[in-house]
């Protein structure tokens, strides 16, 4: 998607008297509105930013999708299904008792993860695919897992955390190649004068009338012309008030704002550091959300939330504190601020989430990956569709190059550029340097004993070195190069870390990297907001991160990845669809 198809500009006027007001211009919000304007609503889709951050944080992903049962996947030789895939939901979700029986907290976040795999399953990509979108053919295996399946006390599989098969379709073109076509619906939208796109409108309250919500009041911000994603400013210039039978609040999470983030982490996981990359814009600050509840929506599970341990600052920053999330395959030796190996399975790509509240009960603010330059090549990627420009560019010669030797390009930089790559050629030179990058970080703890180092490494080399080993990690990343993909560009070949033609070593020093928000505005079926008891708040609707991907939290404690934009693409359809039919 060019950057060029945002252009604010236009000849059509203001939509008059609008039937829905729509808060937040990313994927959900695009695709709730398109969905109202194909069915003849007339719409204003409001956002806070300028014109050219139109698609919000969708745009910067991977553009990674959860589908399950694909071509793609079978021509990989990946047998899955739709009773698969829920119960390895289930088994990440952990959902409070009864939600299957329509009952207690979680029982629209069950209804909508039910709903949701079988959209995966089944609609979803015809849909997409029918509007021009994409997928490179190898499906790559995310959240891995690695825990035993176990039945529940009532006879009910309860499962694990993690995709049992491989289920991450990521998008040719990235995250901008998923917004492209409803960017696209939301243009032609305009130019049939149902659609008024406003930028720089900031919704501080919404109208309530007779207990209903009947519209909403915004600043209207001064203009901006800052980059997309860029920090823009708050300064108000105007206000307005925009009467509608409904809005819609599709405006994101909290991930930017750290005060909220580390304030909502559950304190049974200890505490978030006070140092912390940011892998979002900084509007993506949370403050709709609260609008929403001043009104008298429920917020559910604010507790929920899906941030990484893996992440490092980026060496050319578009927003505050931005961070980039390593991608790793399953090698490196993951060790906490004082060099001890975290517990199976928290092997890298295994289960993000509790990698990283291991690290918080700790007090870490960072971890380390410790490999070397030849598992770096093969097994580091970047997440964000401007880390990887073959895919995001759909260039098949620069694409070519990931299975070629040598670090791709982006990986290749951070490795040049980045302090938190520390280089060396024995563990205990590279325990010296790991230490040095920690004492020269304010407010940093930790420290990494260079014989301890040199030790777990040589245990480590002696296991890979037998062909088979009993350690659990080495059996793991054996296991993984079964899977063709995994073999041909993302599990180096078992050797060990001291293999003179592999080196030198590398660690990387990782740092929290915020990102999303599990919870939200809770949200029936049908999208419809609901108050504390139960009841619906009528004329407010959410979707996409604001509603917790739908219910207020589909994804209940953890996520499979891939269904944050499918969450998004989904939920945001879903309050279209239902928007319009109660509209009628």
């Known amino acids: 998607m060019s950057d060029s198809v945002v252009d604010s500009s236009s000849t059509h006027g203001p939509v008059e008297s609008p039937d829905v007001v729509v ?79 329509g009952e207690g907290p979680d029982r629209h976040g069950y209804a909508w993860a039910r709903g949701f795999v079988d959209f995966a399953a089944g609609e979803m990509r015809d849909w997409l695919h029918g509007k021009g979108v994409r997928w490179f053919p190898l499906v790559q295996w995310a959240e891995r897992g690695g825990y035993p399946v176990r039945s529940g006390a009532d006879g009910s599989a309860a499962g694990a955390h993690g995709n049992s098969v491989p289920r991450f379709h990521v998008t040719w073109g990235t995250g901008p190649a998923i917004l492209e076509p409803f960017v696209r619906a939301a243009l032609d939208a305009r130019a049939a004068g149902l659609l008024d796109l406003r930028f720089r409108h900031r919704v501080t309250s919404l109208v309530v009338t007779d207990g209903a919500v009947t519209g909403v009041r915004a600043q209207v911000l001064a203009p901006s012309d800052a980059e997309r994603g860029a920090p823009s400013s708050r300064d108000v210039v105007g206000e307005v008030e925009i009467a509608a039978s409904a809005v819609v609040v ?33 509007s993506t600050d949370g403050l709709m959300i609260g609008v929403a509840a001043d009104a008298g929506a429920a917020l559910v599970h604010e507790d929920r939330m899906w941030h ?24 490196s030796l993951w060790l906490d601020a004082d060099g001890n190996r975290l517990p199976a399975p928290l092997f890298p790509g295994f289960d993000a989430l509790g990698a990283l509240q291991h690290l918080t009960e700790r007090g870490d603010d960072h971890s380390w990956f410790v490999l070397n330059k030849a598992v770096m090549e093969t097994e580091f990627a970047l997440s964000g569709s401007e880390q990887n420009p073959d895919l995001t560019g759909k260039d098949v010669r620069l694409l070519a190059q990931r299975v070629l030797p040598g670090a791709v390009g982006p990986v290749a930089r951070f490795a040049e550029r980045s302090p938190e790559f520390v280089w060396a050629d024995t563990p205990a030179e590279l ?9 020269a970080t304010p407010g940093s703890r930790g420290h990494v ?69 599990l919870g939200g505005l809770w949200t029936d079926t049908s999208a419809r907001v609901l108050r504390a008891d139960g009841s619906v708040l009528p004329g407010l609707w959410a979707a996409g991160e604001a509603a917790g991907f739908g219910g207020g939290g589909v994804h209940g404690h953890r996520a499979l990845e891939g269904t944050f934009l499918g969450g998004c693409l989904y939920s945001g359809r879903v309050a279209g669809r239902a928007l319009a039919a109660e509209l009628g």
Do not use: C
């Open 449 to 517: 004993d260079p014989a301890s180092l040199e030790r777990l490494v040589r245990l480590r080399d002696e296991q890979v070195r037998t062909g088979l080993g009993k350690d659990p990690q080495v059996v793991a990343t054996a296991m993984a190069r079964r899977y063709r993909v995994d073999r041909l560009i993302r599990v180096s070949p078992p050797r060990p870390l001291t293999t003179p033609k592999d080196g030198p070593l590398l660690a990387v020093r990782l740092s929290v990297l915020t990102r999303k928000t």
């Open 431 to 439: 325990a010296a340097g790991m230490n040095a990058l920690v004492d």
């Open 308 to 331: 990484y341990p893996e992440g490092i600052a980026n060496h050319s920053p578009v927003w505050t504190d931005h961070g980039i999330r390593i991608l790793p395959g399953p090698s």
């Open 23 to 101: 808060v937040g211009a990313g994927l959900a919000g695009l695709v709730a509105a398109t969905e109202l304007t194909a069915a003849g609503r007339r719409v204003v889709l409001l956002d806070q930013e300028p014109a050219a951050s139109l698609g919000g944080q969708a745009w910067w992903s991977f553009g990674g999708l959860f589908l399950v049962g694909s071509p793609e996947q079978r021509r990989m030789g990946v047998t899955d299904s739709a009773e698969l895939a829920f119960d390895d939901w289930l088994g990440s979700a952990q959902f409070a008792p009864g939600a299957d029986r």
């Open 250 to 282: 599709t405006s994101g999470g909290i991930g930017a704002n750290h005060e909220l983030v580390r304030s909502r982490w559950p304190r049974s996981a200890g505490h978030l550091p006070a140092r912390m990359l940011s892998g979002v814009p900084d």
